[in-house]
C-alpha cells in the first residue's frame, strides 16, 4: 500500500481573514530529512512512510503543499517583557492546518521557519538549523516528562544559508499543538476594539478547548477561568523540572496550556531560584523564581483583553475576572506542592510535608545541587530494594543529614496511605534531561560538522527519562565547569 498524505479539517481558517494571511510557504533549495517523530505522526493518523517519502518532506520543506491544507500566518499582539506591540503575528511560521486523530482530537500542523509572511517585520522568516534542534530536543522531552507542550513532527534542512550574526545552515520544523492561539490573539482584536473578532476568536477557543464552558452562565468567564487554572498546573509543572523558559511574553502563553516557543530556554543544573539563561532577559524579567509572578501577570492581560465580555456592567465584569485572577495563586500553589509531593514520595500531604519541601529547596539553593540529580537521588534512597545507580555519580552533601532524617520519618509514617508512592518516585524524578551543555553539543556537530549523530542519540535517550543506563553515564552527568552554559539564545 502507498503511503498517504495527511487528511487535513481547517477551523480556525474558516474564521475569516481578520485572523489571518493566507500566503503558500517559500520553497527551499534541497530539502533533506533531518528526522520524523514517527510515534507522534501515528498518534495522529498520519503515515510515517509518508512523512519520511520525498513528497513528506517536501510538505516539511515548504516545497508542496499538500490537498485540503490551507497555509496561513496568524495575526496576535503581545506585550513583550511588559512593553505593548499592538501588531506582531507569525513571522516565521505558517498553520498548514488542522487534523484530527483517532479520538476525534484536533491538532494544528505549523511550519516553523518556512519564510517570510507579512508580520517578519523586516526578518527573513528562515530558522537557523540551531533553535530548530533545541526546539526538538526540548519539546520531545518536556513531552516525555507530562508537561503539556507542544510537540515536534519532523525536522529537515534547507540546503539554503541563514543569515544572523554569522552564516548559518537552515532548517524547518513541522510543529503540532492543540492550537496555536495565544493570549495576544486575543489581546490584538480588543486593543482594536473589534469586539466581533474578539467574540468570534473567544467562541472558536471554547469550542476547540473549554467546550465545558459553553453551557456556564458566563461562558467568557468560565473560558478565562479554564485559562487560568491550566497556565497554574503548567507553571508548577515548569518549576518542578527546572525548567526556565527564557521569552513569557503574552505572544507566547498559549490559551491552550501548552508550552510554546522554545527559544532561549534552559533546565536549570545547580539549583539557583534567581537563575537565567536567556540572553536577552537582562533585567532578570523571567528568571525561574518569578514565572509564577509573569504567568499572574500574563493572566491579568487576557482578563483585560476579554474584559468586553465578561458583561455589560463593567465594574460588575472587573469584579469577577479579579475573583478568578486571583485564584491563581491558589491554584499554582496547590498544583506545585501537589506535584512536589509526589516527587518526594509524600502522597499523604500535610503541613509537615509544605515544610519539608520549602526546606529542601533552602538547601538545595545553599548547597548548590543538581536540580535534577537531588530529587532522584532522593528516589533511589526511598526505594532501598532499588540498584543505587547514581551513588558514585552524585550523593547528597553532609548538610542534608537533618532533612533526610525528617523525611525518611515521615515517609515511613506516609506509607500506610499508599507503599506505591516511593517507587512512584523513580518514574517521577527523571535521571536524564536536556542539559544545556549536551543539547549545545549536539547543535554544534550539526551545524559545524553536519554531524546529526550527537542530535538522534540525544533524542532517543531523553525518550526514556527515568530509565538509567550505566552506558549513558555521561548523559546524566552535571556540566564540568568547562561544560557550564551559562547564555542560551533566541536565534531569530
Known amino acids: 500500500m502507498s503511503a498517504v498524505a495527511p487528511h487535513f479539517d481547517n477551523r480556525f481558517a474558516g474564521l475569516g481573514e481578520r485572523f489571518y494571511s493566507r500566503l503558500p510557504p517559500t520553497p527551499v533549495a534541497q530539502p533533506k530529512l533531518i528526522r520524523i517523530n514517527a510515534a507522534l505522526a501515528r498518534e495522529l493518523g498520519i503515515d510515517p512512510d509518508w512523512l519520511a517519502s520525498e513528497e ?31 501588531r ?80 548559518l545552515p537552515g532548517a524547518v520544523l513541522a510543529r503540532v499543538a492543540q492550537s496555536h492561539i495565544r493570549i495576544g490573539s486575543l489581546e490584538y482584536f480588543a486593543a482594536r476594539q473589534d469586539e466581533q473578532a474578539l467574540r468570534l476568536l473567544a467562541d472558536h477557543v471554547i469550542e476547540r478547548h473549554y467546550p465545558a464552558a459553553a453551557g456556564a452562565d458566563n461562558p467568557y468567564l468560565a473560558l478565562f477561568d479554564g485559562v487560568v487554572a491550566r497556565q497554574a498546573e503548567l507553571i508548577a509543572q515548569w518549576q518542578l523540572c527546572g525548567f526556565i523558559h527564557g521569552v513569557m511574553n503574552t505572544d507566547n502563553m498559549l490559551l491552550s496550556g501548552e508550552t510554546v516557543d522554545y527559544g532561549p530556554c534552559a533546565f536549570m543544573d545547580f539549583f539557583d531560584p534567581d537563575s537565567v539563561y536567556s540572553s536577552i532577559d537582562r533585567g532578570g ?19 483585560q483583553a476579554l474584559l468586553p465580555l465578561f458583561g455589560a456592567d463593567r465594574e460588575a465584569a472587573v469584579t469577577d475576572a479579579g475573583e478568578v485572577l486571583d485564584s491563581f495563586a491558589e491554584r499554582f500553589a496547590a498544583a506545585h506542592q501537589a506535584g512536589l509531593n509526589r516527587k518526594l514520595g509524600l502522597v499523604g500531604g500535610g503541613a509537615d510535608a509544605v515544610r519539608l519541601g520549602a526546606d529542601l529547596f533552602r538547601l ?99 525518550a526514556q527519562p527515568c530509565r538509567y543506563d550505566p552506558e549513558n553515564v555521561r548523559y546524566a552527568r552535571p556540566p564540568q565547569p568547562e561544560q557550564v552554559v551559562t547564555a542560551t539564545f533566541c536565534g531569530t
Open 285 to 303: 524579567r523571567y528568571a525561574y523564581s518569578r514565572q509564577p509572578a509573569i504567568a499572574h501577570w500574563n493572566l491579568m492581560c487576557l482578563a
Open 88 to 167: 506582531l503575528g507569525d513571522g516565521r511560521a505558517l498553520l498548514l492546518g488542522e487534523v484530527l486523530d483517532a479520538q476525534g482530537r484536533r491538532w494544528d500542523i505549523q511550519l516553523k521557519g518556512s519564510g517570510p509572511t507579512p508580520y517578519s517585520r523586516g526578518g527573513d522568516g528562515r530558522a537557523p538549523l540551531g533553535p530548530v534542534l533545541r526546539e526538538y530536543l526540548v519539546s520531545e522531552a518536556m513531552a516525555t516528562l507530562g508537561i503539556a507542550t507542544t510537540r515536534a513532527l519532523a525536522a529537515v534542512t534547507t540546503g539554503e544559508a541563514v543569515y544572523r550574526d554569522t552564516v
Open 56 to 86: 513528506g518532506v517536501a510538505t516539511v520543506a515548504g516545497n508542496s503543499v499538500p490537498a485540503g491544507a490551507e497555509p496561513l500566518a496568524a495575526v496576535y499582539a503581545g506585550h513583550q517583557f511588559g512593553s505593548w506591540n499592538p
Open 364 to 462: 538545595m539553593a545553599a548547597e548548590r545541587s543538581d536540580f535534577t540529580l537531588t530529587f532522584r537521588r532522593l528516589a533511589e534512597i526511598a526505594n532501598p530494594d532499588h540498584e543505587k545507580e547514581l551513588s558514585q555519580l552524585f550523593e547528597l552533601p553532609a548538610a542534608y543529614s537533618d532533612w533526610l532524617q525528617q523525611w525518611q520519618a515521615l515517609l515511613r509514617a506516609d506509607d500506610h496511605d499508599d507503599r506505591g508512592s516511593r517507587a512512584g518516585m523513580l518514574a517521577t524524578n527523571p535521571v536524564f534531561i536536556p542539559r544545556n551543555h549536551l543539547v549545545e553539543e549536539a547543535i554544534s556537530a550539526a551545524v559545524g560538522q553536519a554531524d546529526f549523530e550527537p542530535f538522534h542519540r540525544l533524542v532517543d535517550i531523553l
